[in-house]
C-alpha cells in the first residue's frame, strides 16, 4: 500500500471531534500541527481541496506523507495542546513565536520568607513570576516602590523554622539600616510577613486601591491608640503609593480589569500587543514578534499569540479588548472590538504600541545585519509590482533638454536597493532632430540594452521609465527590437500623482504613499532626473564655452572640437603648454588660442 492509499484511509477514519493534527514527511519529521473544532472536515480540507490560496499551503501538502491525531474534549483544549506541541517541536511551516528571552520578569521565590526580585529566567520551581515587563526601568520602579513600603529580606538564607531556632544566622547590616526586619533571628513571624507579600501581590497587580484602603484601616486603629508614631509610617506609605499611582497610565477608572490585545503585520512578520487594565490605570505592557509560515490571517496569529501570552500570565481578565474579531472559543471571555468611547482609546493606545514595537524590531534587524533590510524593501516591491523576480538590479531612465535645445539623456543603477553610481550613464541624443521625449528614450533605452547585449553584461530585473505612458511605450518598443521584451520588467511613472503604468494596461497602479517600494521608486526616478539635470547643465556651459571660442579669428568648429576632444574641458585647455598646443592646432592658431586665454577672465 503507499502513502497515498495510507492517507486516504486515514482521512476516512478521523473523528468528527476537537483535537489536534500532525502532518510528517517522509523521514517522519513533524512538517505542521494545527488545530481543528473537527478533525475530519478540518484535515480532509487540505486534501480534498483542488487549489489552494497559498503556495505554501499547495507546497506543504505535496510533502505530507502521514498524519497523526489527538482527540481533545473542546476547542480551547486543542488551542493549548497546539501551542504546546508547536512550542516544542517548532515545525517548519507552523507560526514561530519569536520569544525574547531578555524581557525582565518580578519573581517571588517559593521558600519561606519569600524573596522578591527581577530576573530575566523563568523556572517552573514553584515561584510566581509577573511579567514580562517591556522596560527594565518600570520593573526597578515598581521594585524600589515595594521596598520603600515593605521591609523584605534579600538574602539566599534557608529560613526555614528548624534553622531559625538552631540560631544558624546572624542580623545583617540591612537590619540596621531598617530595611529588614531579621526574620533570621525570630525578630518578624512568618505571617505577618506573608501579609506583606499578599499586598505587594495587589501592588504588582495593579490593584493599589485595596492596599491603600488596608494601610489606611491600619494608620487609623494606630492613630486611635496615639500611637502616632506608626501611624504617620502607615501615612508615609499611603503618599508612596499614591504617587506611584499617579504617573500610571490612567484611562478611565470605570474601565475594572480587562485585557487589552491588537495586532499589526507585514508580509512575513506580525506583532502582537498586550495591555493590562486594571482600575482604569495600564500597568502593564508587553509586546511579541510573531513569524508567519503559510500566510495566516492576523485573526489567527491573534489567536495565538493571545493563548501563549495567557500561559505566560497564568490567566488573565474575563474581558477583553482586541483589533480584530476571533474565531476561536475562549471560555468564559467577554471580547469586545470597540469602535468608539474610552475601549476604542485602549485600543488605539495598544495598536500604537504594536507599531512602535514593530519600528524598533526593524531597527534592530537593521542593526544586526546592516544592509540586510534592502530585501524587505525589495520583497514589497515585487509584490506591489507583480514581479517574476526579486529586483536587485533596477535602471531607472530620464530625459532632459533646457528651451528646447541640448537634449540628453540619463540612466542610473541601483544594486541591492543601492545606488551603484560607478555603473550610471549619460547619453547624448544622436538619431532624433529636436525635441522628442518619446523618441529619445526609445533611443537610449535601445543604445543602453544592445550595448549590455554585445559586452554579455548581466541586465537588470527592473526598468524604470520617468514618464507616462509615451515614454513607457517607447522604452518598450526598443526592448521589443532587442528581444528582450518578456525577460525585463519595465514600468513607468508619472509625476503628477505617482502613477505606476505597466505595458499595455491603460489603467495605472497607485500605491502606498507611505510603502517602502513607492519610496525607493521616487529615489531612483529623483536620482536620474538630479544626474540627468548635473549633465545637462555641464553641456551647456561646455556649449557656450565652445562658442565663445569659435568667435576667435582663424578659430573653425572643427579646430575647437578637435581641442576639446583632446583636453576635454576649458581648464584642460588653459594648463596646457604652449608646445601641447602647437602640436595640435599648429604654430598660427596656438597663438591666437593663447592670447584669447590670457584675456579672457579666469
Known sequence: MGSGDHLRDHLKNLPEQPGVYQFLDANDRILYIGKAKNLKKRVSSYFLKKGHDSFKVTLLVSKIRDL???????????????????????????????????????????????????????IRDGSEYYGPYTSAYAVKVLLSLIRQIYPLRNCKHRLTADNIAAGKFKVCLEYHLGNCMAPCVGLQELQEYEASIDQIRNIIKGKLNEVIDFLKQEMTVHAKAFRFE????????????????????????????????????????????????????????????????????????LAFAINDLRIRQGGGAREWIVSHALN?????????????????????????????????????????????GFLRVLETMQKDLRLKQLPMHIECFDNSNFQGSFPVAACVVFKGAKPAKKEYR????????????????EEVVYRRYRRLQEENLSLPQLIIVDGGKGQLNAAVRSLDRLELRHKIAIVGIAKRLEEIYFPGDAV???????????????????????????????????????????????????????????????????????????????????????????????
Open 328 to 372: 476561536e472559543e475562549f471560555p468564559n471571555q467577554k471580547m469586545t472590538v470597540p469602535q468608539r468611547g474610552d475601549k476604542k482609546k485602549l485600543l488605539d493606545l495598544s495598536l500604537r504600541n504594536a507599531r512602535t514595537y514593530r519600528l524598533e524590531r526593524r531597527k534592530q534587524k537593521s542593526q544586526l545585519n546592516p544592509g540586510g
Open 68 to 122: 497523526r491525531t489527538i482527540v481533545v474534549n473542546s476547542e480551547s483544549d486543542a488551542l493549548l495542546l497546539e501551542n504546546n506541541l508547536i512550542k516544542k517541536h517548532q515545525p517548519r511551516y507552523n507560526i514561530l513565536l519569536k520569544d525574547d528571552k531578555t524581557f525582565p520578569w518580578i519573581c517571588i521565590k517559593s521558600e519561606p520568607f519569600p524573596r522578591i526580585f527581577t530576573t530575566r529566567q523563568v
Open 230 to 301: 506608626e501611624a504617620n509610617r502607615f501615612k508615609e506609605k499611603i503618599d508612596v503609593l499614591a504617587r506611584y499611582q499617579a504617573k500610571s497610565t490612567i484611562v478611565n477608572p470605570a474601565i475594572h480589569d480587562v485585557d487589552v490585545y491588537s495586532i499589526v503585520s507585514d508580509e512575513k512578520e506580525a506583532y502582537v500587543n498586550f495591555l493590562k487594565v486594571v482600575k482604569g490605570a495600564v500597568i502593564q505592557a508587553h509586546s511579541v514578534e510573531l513569524k508567519k509560515r503559510l500566510d495566516e490571517s492576523e485573526e489567527e496569529l
Open 426 to 441: 549619460h547619453f547624448n541624443i544622436k538619431t532624433v532632430e529636436g525635441i522628442d521625449d518619446f523618441a529619445s528614450m
Open 508 to 602: 495605472p497602479l497607485y500605491i502606498d504613499k507611505n510603502s517602502e517600494s513607492l519610496k525607493l521608486i521616487q529615489q531612483l526616478r529623483n536620482e536620474a532626473h538630479r544626474f540627468g539635470i548635473t549633465f545637462h547643465r555641464q553641456k551647456r556651459s561646455k556649449d557656450q564655452v565652445m562658442s565663445r571660442f569659435m568667435e576667435i579669428p582663424g578659430i573653425g568648429q572643427k579646430t575647437v572640437e578637435h581641442l576639446f576632444q583632446t583636453f576635454k574641458s576649458l581648464e584642460g585647455i588653459r594648463t596646457a603648454t604652449d608646445s601641447e598646443l602647437k602640436n595640435i592646432l599648429g604654430e598660427k592658431k596656438a597663438v591666437l588660442v593663447r592670447t584669447y586665454l590670457d584675456q579672457e577672465p579666469q
